[in-house]
């Protein structure tokens, strides 16, 4: 069986960044790495991941991946090199040798995207080897070193070149295999190496939001893409059910162990619901008894997952996405500890979010109201929305900038 692997780089020294490891620089509660090994490895296509560090630094980013694990296998690999070439053709002995195809790409941008990936592989099941790259806007200078200009450097054909870059991991190994140290510390990426041994690389249009960390700046625009500092809006919701026997007990998505469930139209999952009326609460677009009616039979018994896939979408189509949630679970039984780590990877999954941007929380009632006596459980969410920005799902003006001409 063959394999699409993601190599993710992440043992530069971010010198340029000033003080401080630009990779643990922190992007919507979570590194900056974290973003991008998430994004990656939660495209469909893409099988498993190799994060090369450097060497006696894994501790670290292994104890993360404890706590937050990647959607797919990872191998964090101390691999680093004297340059990223370098650190490249040490990371190869880590790569599964069924690879088929093998996206490099640096840990240092974050907000790479699915629909960009998706341009990357078609090009490079085509072509053997794809990367994506920006038309160069500004006037181009060539000058001395003390500033002299020497000629005006004409732009036409000209791109700025990002990562990921995909390519056969056959024609990767040999490229690489047929390079000396020399040609490794003086390329700038992984395609010139290729271009040199003689494999054709095709380019395939970037993504302006897909920048790359490298000065204080850059974190500042970084944090705009992703909301941060635009305009926010924020919701509440509740919803509480009763026990009842011959039921199954779902929370947050999650089977749990229990011998009452909830009884409810749908699954009455209370914690999907007060989520998504808090999300729909702040997008000012009503409440979940007016999207899902218990008098429709489309949501009898309905999952509430797919309820909360369709509140965001609803979200998407008036502009707005998912910033961050926090759920408080009244339960006085059972205990649900054990459970909230697969409740916040299951809501985050289906919000597109991480789940460092998923907050739950479980409390009794004391023994007071229904709550407390076991015969219901209740839920309070807020949720913070901001404007969608594009990116994942912005696919118009998306054109491959070169193939045959």
């Not at 509740?238 to 026997?245: F, K, N, P, R, T």
Request: glycine share 8%.
């Amino acid at each position: 069986m063959t394999i699409q692997h993601a190599l993710i780089l992440a043992a530069g020294s971010g010198a340029r960044f000033g003080k401080g490891d630009k990779l643990w620089q922190r992007l919507q509660g979570a590194p900056v790495w974290r973003h991008a090994v998430w994004r990656l490895l939660s495209h469909p296509a893409l099988d498993s991941g190799t994060l090369a560090v450097a060497q006696g630094n894994t501790a670290p980013y292994e104890a993360y991946l404890a706590q937050y694990p990647a959607p797919k296998p990872l191998t964090v690999a101390p691999c680093g090199g004297e340059s990223r070439q370098h650190t490249v053709r040490n990371a190869l002995a880590y790569l599964p040798e069924q690879a088929e195809f093998v996206l490099i790409h640096d840990a240092a941008r974050p907000l790479v995207s699915h629909a960009l990936v998706d341009r990357l592989l078609a090009a490079a099941r085509v072509h053997g080897a794809a990367v994506p790259a920006l038309p160069v806007q500004d006037t181009l200078k060539r000058a001395h070193a003390d500033g002299q200009v020497v000629a005006t450097v004409p732009r036409a054909d000209l791109y700025r070149v990002q990562t990921p870059q995909v390519f056969r991991a056959d024609w990767l190994r040999d490229a690489y295999q047929r390079t000396d140290d020399y040609a490794l510390a003086n390329a700038t990426d992984d395609a010139q190496l290729l271009e040199q041994a003689g494999y054709p690389v095709f380019l395939v249009a970037g993504d302006p939001r897909n920048l790359k960390l490298t000065t204080p700046d850059d974190l500042t625009l970084l944090r705009t893409y992703v909301g941060e500092r635009t305009p926010l809006r924020v919701g509440i919701g509740y919803d509480i059910h009763q026990l009842v026997q011959g039921r199954t007990l779902k929370l947050g998505g999650v089977e749990i162990e229990y011998p009452l469930g909830l009884l409810g139209h749908s699954d009455a999952d209370v914690v999907l619901h007060a989520i998504c009326d808090a999300l729909l609460g702040a997008a000012a677009l009503g409440d979940i008894g007016h999207h899902f009616p218990n008098t429709d039979p489309r949501w009898k018994d309905a999952s509430s997952v797919d309820l909360l896939a369709q509140v965001r979408a609803l979200l998407h189509q008036h502009g707005w996405q998912p910033l961050q949630v926090d759920a408080t679970i009244l339960a006085e039984a059972p205990k649900l500890a054990s459970y909230l780590p697969t409740m916040r990877a299951r809501i985050a999954h289906t919000l597109g979010i991480l789940p460092e941007q998923v907050s739950l929380k479980a409390t009794t009632n004391e023994g007071m109201d229904a709550v407390g006596a076991r015969r219901a459980i209740a839920c309070y969410a807020v949720a913070t929305i901001h404007p969608t920005y594009g990116g994942e799902n912005d696919e118009q003006s998306q054109t491959q900038t070169s193939g045959n001409g």
